[in-house]
């Protein structure tokens, strides 16, 4: 017998935990599941559960899922052997057999490797290949890009039951009114019903559009599920569409797009609408009324070290963005000095501070977000003649772990902020000796302008009109000088600066983005509303086109509040697409 070794015990022990000895019965009736990549949460039949691993997307493109929610959910039998350190599975006609041991698998008897089929996830748990699974028990399943979600629907039907009990449902739906425009919204108004009373549970359509783009007639079909897994008939009814054009293909997305989701367009209309939309003129402020000091390079600490250095009188905005490469944990410290006669306060206007995480674009899209919404909870901080105190003093770094931080400072007198990569349990006084760490080609040195503020009318120019941030042509980098290096510097990127954009007169319109330098992940503050591009997941060019918002018309002007975040990339469109 092959002798386990004590990680595998522990993990062994952990999926007997949570699988147990079977999985629970079988469901009766027609099921929906929902499952969203990268999240615990998973809703079935409209009630949340929570999952012992979140569902994952493997670098194959596949989502897995624990084993036990598949046996607790689809009633499939879940059953481990302590003694062989196996778990057998069923799914439909497919017997499997694990050897958690040697990382193999027999499926209907046939040996082979448990990957990719099965995997160990990184809590311990056993995890399967969804789609792998729901092909075997014929259920159906959807991805919806959009919600970064997949939508199962498994309908169990069970041939003992008599043919009354197991009635088909009807399928019947018909339309708001008998004609449409090209480009008008179809309303569909659903008539189906279950003549044993079980209630319909899922539709499937064909050629179900929001609205039609060629005049003449077109064929939609309707098939309806109920909740005993009975399939009705397809019904199918013609719509009729007239010359006339009620909206283009762009006009309608732009119309309807659900707000804060990806506009569906090809990439030629965003070539020809969105791309090629008109620049808008701004009057542009840059306000030196708040010295920045940006700390982000080396923004991967490699070794112990003062990652900058420099004084702050008055109003400052401190930013750090670094992330720990060495394979010892690292504490991430910003160090005040009074080097005056006289004590000195420090207060906290806003601030916006993330905890260390492995997920870059999370760190800088949360630090983003925090300090948009405005909060300071930083008690104000006193700094005695000749004292070092710590004004930041971050949890520690492991290996692979980064921070964001953007705080609005108010000095009384003279400070020396140390930005610090410090050894754990090391005092201050140790940290502030320590050598300056070398640069890197990112962000390092204090700017005098850390807010943009622009304004312009969008009443002078027709059609679509955009603004572009962080390109360095119509968006010049703001320059400052890096004490360490004693030279002049650029802010590439703009990290750490908040823009202010006003639009006034900004009509009946939509306002999209358009992510051109790669990821983007980042909140904004419009007419004072959070924002967030996107909720879940990413933006990229790939993606196409964002929907933000929507003007009514009637504001006199558009107001739209955001700073660049850290581990996204720019620059970014904004486009206003006119809606008349």
Do not use: C
Request: glycine share 8%.
């Amino acid at each position: 017998m092959v002798k386990k070794t004590v990680g595998m015990a522990l993990v062994i022990s952990m999926l007997f935990g949570l699988l147990g000895a079977t999985a629970s019965a079988a469901p009766t009736a027609a099921m929906k599941v929902w499952l969203y990549v990268n999240k615990p949460e998973a809703f079935v039949n409209g009630q949340q559960t929570l999952l012992t691993s979140p569902a994952t997307v493997s670098p194959n493109g596949k989502m897995y899922v624990p084993v036990k929610f598949l046996g607790d959910t689809f009633g499939l039998p879940v059953v481990f052997d302590g003694l062989t350190n196996t778990i057998a599975v069923t799914a439909g006609k497919t017997n499997v057999a694990i050897d958690l041991t040697a990382r193999t698998a027999l499926i209907d008897g046939m040996p082979g490797p448990m990957e990719p089929t099965f995997l160990i996830s990184k809590e311990g748990k056993l995890m399967a290949q969804l789609t792998w699974f729901m092909d075997r028990i014929g259920a159906k399943y959807e991805y919806d890009g959009t919600l970064n979600r997949v939508e199962v629907l498994y309908a169990p039907w069970s041939p003992e039951l008599p043919s009354s009990v197991n009635g088909k449902p009807i399928a019947k739906f018909t339309f708001g009114k008998d004609t449409y425009k090209m480009g008008e919204l179809v309303k569909y108004i659903d008539l189906s019903y279950d003549v044993e009373g079980d209630g319909i549970q899922f539709a499937s359509w064909k050629n179900k559009q929001d609205a039609f783009f060629t005049p003449g007639t077109h064929e939609v079909s309707m098939q309806v599920t109920d909740s005993q897994g009975n399939v009705s008939e397809w019904f199918t009814k013609n719509i009729t569409i007239t010359n006339e054009t009620m909206y283009d293909r762009v006009a309608f997305q732009m119309q309807h797009a659900k707000l804060q989701s990806f506009v569906k367009l090809e990439k030629t209309d965003i070539a020809k609408h969105i791309t090629s939309a008109t620049k808008l003129p701004v009057a542009s402020v840059r306000d030196e009324s708040r010295e920045l000091l940006v700390s982000d390079s080396p923004e991967n600490i490699v070794e112990y070290g003062v990652l900058y250095r420099d004084q702050v009188e008055g109003k400052a905005r401190l930013y750090a963005n670094h992330i720990n490469e060495m394979d010892a944990d690292v504490q991430f410290a910003i160090i005040a000095t009074n080097h005056g006669t006289e004590p000195v306060t420090i207060e906290t206007t806003r601030q916006g501070e993330v905890y260390p995480s492995t997920f870059i674009n999370l760190i800088g899209y949360q630090a983003s977000v925090d300090f948009l919404v405005g909060d300071a909870n930083k008690p104000t901080i006193t700094v005695e003649p000749g004292e070092s105190k710590a004004y930041a003093y971050l949890p520690k770094l492991t290996k692979g772990q980064g921070i964001n931080l953007m705080y609005d400072v108010e000095t009384s007198d003279e400070l020396t902020f140390t930005f610090a990569a410090m050894l754990p349990g090391e005092p201050m006084e140790a940290a502030l000796g320590y050598k300056e760490l070398p640069y890197d080609r990112h962000v390092r040195g204090s700017f005098p302008v850390s807010e943009v503020r622009w304004e312009t009318d969008a009443s002078t120019i027709s059609g679509a009109k955009k603004f572009t941030i962080g390109d360095n042509v119509d968006d010049k980098y703001v320059q400052g000088y890096d004490v360490f290096r004693q030279q002049t510097v650029e802010n590439y990127g703009n990290y750490g600066v908040v823009y202010n954009i006003r639009v006034k007169n900004p009509g009946k319109s939509a306002l999209v983005m358009l992510a051109r330098g790669g990821i983007y992940k980042g909140p904004l503050k419009i007419n004072g509303e959070m924002v967030l591009a996107p909720a879940s997941g990413v933006i990229t060019a790939l993606d196409g086109v964002f929907m933000l918002y929507r003007t009514t018309g009637n504001e006199p002007y558009l107001d739209i509040e955001l700073t660049p975040p850290a581990g996204s990339y720019l620059p970014v469109d904004l486009v206003l697409y006119p809606l008349n």
